[in-house]
């Protein structure tokens, strides 16, 4: 298992952008990557997920505007979030999902806030 510690959070203007960043203990070649975030009073959702191989999956909600992908050498994903919305206040955590036995390594999480 890995632990994930992810980074880049802030405060930003709508119409902003922001790149997280999730670095993982070691190295994350056979773990599926994603983003989840949980904004206040919500329950926790999926925002983006990449494969092992590189496919992408995104909620509608950022279709167009974030845009996730990982750097296996750094043992690093990034979410990079454009055109900023309000609604994507949140604190986001990314994950690291184990596809052998299925087990998940969580971070604590990185706050964004969207406000003029």
């Known amino acids: 298992q890995v632990q994930v510690v992810e980074s880049g959070g802030g405060v930003v203007q709508p119409g902003g952008s922001l790149r997280l960043s999730c670095v993982a203990s070691g190295r994350i070649l056979n773990f599926a990557m994603g983003w989840y975030r949980q904004g206040p009073e919500k329950q926790r959702e999926l925002v983006a997920t990449i494969s092992t191989r590189g496919f992408t999956n995104y909620t509608d909600s950022v279709k167009g505007r974030f845009t996730i992908s990982r750097d296996n050498a750094k043992s690093t994903v990034y979410l990079q979030m454009n055109s900023l919305k309000p609604e994507d206040t949140a604190v986001y955590y990314c994950?690291?999902?184990?596809?052998?036995?299925?087990?998940?390594?969580w971070g604590k999480g990185t706050l964004v806030t969207v406000s003029s």
């Open positions: 994950n690291a999902h184990n596809p052998w036995n299925s087990l998940d390594n």
